[in-house]
């Protein structure tokens, strides 16, 4: 029933209706925040994400299925695959975008210059970078 009214309310307001995979919701980003060379190669052991338009590096970490990070136009990327269950309005605050027909969702990411994402005029698409 609260599910429901979530909804319900959510329609009503316009506002973003999307289900993240449980399985796949991330948690804020961990590690330091560090400057990647172009060349690099980015491979299951190397540790460096992208996220809301920063690289990131955590030590030790292995990129696996479910670890979090989806792997986008050869870089890893802190995202949640989601499905838009409404058409709504997207905005700056919104968080999801566009890729490869399927939708993601970065917790607490703002769209913006140099975020990742290019705005196609109804939508955030992300880029190669």
Known sequence: MRALLSLSVAALLGACVVRVQPFVHHAPPS????????????????????????????????????????????????????????????????GHYFHGGAWFYMHGHRHGPGCGHHWNGSLWVAVKF
């Open 31 to 94: 590690g330091v925040v560090v400057a990647v060379e172009r060349v690099h190669v980015h491979s299951a052991a190397c540790g460096h994400y992208w996220f809301d338009g920063r690289w990131y590096f955590h030590s030790g970490h292995v990129h696996a299925v479910g670890c979090g990070h989806v792997f986008q136009e050869g870089t890893w990327v802190l995202a949640a695959p989601v499905v838009v269950e409404k058409v709504h309005v997207h905005d700056a605050y919104c």
